[in-house]
């Protein structure tokens, strides 16, 4: 297998660019659906969340799934018509409430008005989470912050260590990557209902810190290629360096890939859509890593008259390796 | 060979040395895999006290730290978190409403004058209840510092605090409920006296300081006490002398004095201004994971890493051969090797930090594949296998550099913004990453280079089934 790079490159910008622009409609739509880009979950939204699976062991009330109209009912009376619900598990025996944010006083007397309507249910498998409004913007703040900081961090050290050029090269595929991970989950929440919690900025940041990391081997092989020939083009050199790394690219997909999968089937529902936005943008990443982010180099160099290799700037930024 | 014969001992040491921690030290699990109830408490700016500075901070988590070991759970902890707020974690607590009502209430300070004729009772009461409490703290201390006791020390924990809370009750009823509250006292601060003693003054604002004259003015001479209440817990008790019998103690403020250290008496001021600071606190998040739901999520991230883990494996024996065996006890080794350092570090495993550490797996093999293809380059440009392993190494090192020090970079982001749980997945993803380049640039390496020195394992298709040799550009599939 030998892919053909450079010849080619308008096919992988066209999917690149229509990825792109579905993932940036999905969340306009979104915007105009629910308020904001992606559907924003407990975490960030405020709120609380409970969630209750019946005791079943213990008492044998468990012959038929979890009635909704009358948790509504409970709801209601309550005061707390608009909360969502939903019901989870194989049998349909545990239910998950998100209303408002409670507190405890009024969170007590809906528990026990759900215990004794629909119940009992297990005290050891109950689930609480709570976030005020305030500390759901402060999550959210900081989740941003750190993305910013780390797009910081990943140009100043790939400056130092390669050039500036190729550092923000490398941060347009990341960019690639975070937007299709988002446009993704944004697709998830308009279709299924899938929110995005902390744990959704914690996967984006992983696969900036990962897609990256795939963009430098690609990069770490046309620097070397460069000074091994000097005088051949940009394009050759892109092109053998993408194919030389080919196999490794896809193993190392693959190989951090597997696990994921085996959380996504195994896991438990916190971890579920945490690992199936990595498993996204890791194959996103590998993509631009191979076909926009290789090709994007050549055409830069191309246009700026750097096609051939006689930098000598970039001969001494050569690393000293030591094994 | 004889340098990769010592790394191979060095290897087996500390290979060893990780199976010991890990027996020994046992894993700290979070919140979210034990069970328990982790509360963010924010403390409310007031028109009196319109900044938090870390003096009120402090007091307020005084209190809050007294009200913690009122719930009677073992092993909470108590954290400042930025500028006004505070985590309370709290393992396995069985009733999160209770702990949750009792955290979130303002602090209740109270003078309280002591009945006549209970001089005695308040003695006994007292030794009682010290008596309980040293016994609680002996037995607190004898605890593994997992928290994981038998059910008998379960049930003498649980049979001792409610000693305590009786004990603290009796003590209570022998004083007369007084409408001296803590918003009366302005402010306590514990100072050196003479020697090596320390004493506590405080300072009431006028209608606190006339309620005190009347207080210290009933009991003074009598040899009953002073009653200094922190949510209805005896904080001190001193006594007024008689020279006070005519008109109280005046003017809005006083010293208590007695056998006081230098830390006793700052315990108690911050103690006092604690229950003075009329600043509410609310409880702003909560996150309550029952015990057995805990459990299920556990088994279900181990089975998950398990077979994240094994396919892992697989693919490697079967797409690389020999190397990729040796990679395969080298990643078991790293698996390890970061479990150990877990322990030894204190990291506390969240679900969050087991999917750092099963994405850490798979991140360890990225070095020794790029390691492999270099090598099967290398072998496929005809040179020697020595040479081919060697320049493996060498050539692979600076793309390891490069790509383990981006995801540090994002990893230190995510520990210095992220909170909680976030926390756990960027120290765990750094600590693996860092592991695993010290076992694919050591453990991989010793083990390759010891193959390569046995006859029966120097064969280049061991290393590149179906090797010939062919352009260096040319990957086969």
Partial sequence: MKLNIIKQRGLWWGISIGLVLVSLVAMAISWQQLGAPLKPGLDFAGGTRLQLTRACVTTDSCTEPLELADVRQVLGDQGL????????????????????????????????????AIGPFDPGSTQIDTVGPVVGKQLLVAGLLALLVSFAGIVAYMSLRFKLDYALLAILALAHDVIITAGVFAILGLVLGVEVDSLFIVSLLTIVGFSVNDTVVIYDRVRENMKLSPGSHINDIVDSAVNQTLARSINTSLTTTLPLVAIVIFGGPTLKYFALALIVGFVAGAYSSIFVASSLLALWRERTGQAYSDDPDLAEAQPETQS | MAKYRAWLGVILVITIASVVVITQIPTRLGLDLRGGSQLTIQVQPTAAIPTITERELEAVQTVVEGRVNGLGVSEAVVQQLGNNQLLVQLPGVSDPQQAERVLGGTAQLEFRAQRPGTDQQLQIE??????????????????????????????????????????????????????????????????????????????????????????????????????????????????????????????????????????????????????????????????????????????????????????????????????????????????????????????????????GFILSIGMAVDANVLIFERTREELQAGKTLYRSVESGFYRAFSSILDGNVT????????????????????????????ISMFTALTCTRTLMFLAISLPQFRRPSLFCPGLTTARPDTVRP
């Fill in chain 1, 81 to 116: 018509d608009s909360s969502s619900l939903q019901l989870l598990g194989e049998d349909q025996q545990v239910l998950s409430i998100r209303t408002r944010t409670l507190t405890v006083d009024e969170r007590a007397p809906l528990q026990s008005a759900l215990d004794e």
């Fill in chain 2, 126 to 355: 007292n030794q009682v209840l010290q008596g309980h409490l040293g016994e609680l703290a002996a037995l607190q201390a004898t605890l593994p510092s997992n928290g994981e006791m038998n059910s008998d020390t379960q049930a003498r924990i649980d049979k001792l605090q409610a000693d305590i809370t009786a004990s603290e009750k009796a003590v209570a009823a022998l004083f007369e409920p007084s409408t001296l509250g803590g918003d009366k006292l302005t402010d306590a601060i514990a100072r050196p006296t003479s020697g090596t003693l320390w004493e506590v003054v405080i300072q009431f604002n006028s209608e606190g300081g006339n309620e005190f004259a009347e207080i210290s003015k009933a009991i003074a001479g009598t040899g009953r006490t002073i009653g200094i209440f922190l949510d209805n817990r005896l904080l001190s008790a001193p006594t007024v002398n008689v020279q006070y019998a005519e008109t109280g103690i005046t003017g809005g403020s006083a010293v208590i004095s007695g056998n006081f250290t230098a830390e006793s008496a700052r315990d108690l001021e911050i103690q006092l201004r604690g229950g003075a600071l009329p600043l509410p606190v609310e409880v702003v998040e909560n996150r309550t994971v029952g015990p057995t739901l805990g459990r299920d999520s556990i088994q279900r991230s181990l089975y998950a890493g398990i077979a994240g883990l094994g396919l892992v494996l697989v693919f490697m024996a079967i797409y690389y051969r020999l190397p990729g065996v040796l990679a395969d006890i080298a990643l078991i080794i790293y698996a390890l090797l970061t479990w150990a350092a877990f322990n030894l570090l204190g990291v506390t495993l969240t679900l969050p930090g087991i999917a």
């Fill in chain 2, 407 to 434: 995801t540090l970079i994002s990893c230190l982001a995510l520990f210095y913004f992220g909170a909680g749980l976030v926390k756990g997945f960027a120290l765990t993803l750094a600590i693996g990453v860092i």
